[in-house]
């Protein structure tokens, strides 16, 4: 299914980042190819365009996935389909590595405000927060959620409802995605995207 080559090196990154990630440290060097990307994905991974992702401070294994899955086909690619398909996998790893290195978004600035107990209503028994951690943060190849974008959180839950996006392993996020209602993806999108 998944493509050996990246996956080989991915666990080779991991082993050689993993104690450094501990340490505050510069904002690292973005790699040539990440100038492709600030036209959608923002300055710094952090994204002012409608139902394009924030990008800054998603687990690095997480991004490197993601771009695979675009480029083999396994992620509808939509309007990256052009330069998904030109990265090598040198370029994925570099670009896992300096994403996840950024500072994640801001609480997002317009995020409408969400009555806390409804939500969690909704969510507590769906258990996001086992897979996503509880701050929201995301890990290995879980999401970071907190802060990003609620156009694009709703894009997203709206596509594993339906089906569209399948996504990694057995389909959990269709499982706990299609018995959703289209106001209860509202609420959990603008939650989400107003947390730091
Ligand atoms: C023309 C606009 C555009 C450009 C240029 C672009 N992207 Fe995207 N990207 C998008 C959109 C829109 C999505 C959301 C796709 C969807 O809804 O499934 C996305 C999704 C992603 C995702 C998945 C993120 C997630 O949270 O699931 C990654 C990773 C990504 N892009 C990385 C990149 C990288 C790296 C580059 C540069 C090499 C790039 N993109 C260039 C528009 C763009
Ligand atoms: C069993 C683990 C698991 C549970 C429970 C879970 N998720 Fe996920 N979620 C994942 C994984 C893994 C991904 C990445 C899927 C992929 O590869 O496309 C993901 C992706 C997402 C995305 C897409 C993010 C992006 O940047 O593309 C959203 C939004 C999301 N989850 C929200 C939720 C919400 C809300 C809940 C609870 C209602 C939830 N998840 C429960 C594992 C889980």
Redesign the pocket.
Known sequence: MLHPRPLACIATLLAASAPAAAQPKPPPKAPAVAQTCIACHGIRGVSTTKDS?SLAGQPDI?LQ??LV?MRDGQ?QPGVMAGIVKTLTDENIRDLGAYYAALAPPPPFAKAEPVDADKVNAI?GP???G???KEDFSGQG???R?AG?RPDY?IK??TDFRAGV?R???MG??ME??VTLQDEDIAM?AHYLASKP
Do not use: D, K, W
Request: glycine letters at 6%; proline letters at 3%; one cysteine or more.
């Open positions: 992702p997480f996935y993601q899955f992620r969510m769906r258990r996001c086992n897979c996503h190849e879980t999401a959620l990003q959180l997203s839950l996006r996504g990694r392993g959990a996020m706990v995605s959990i």
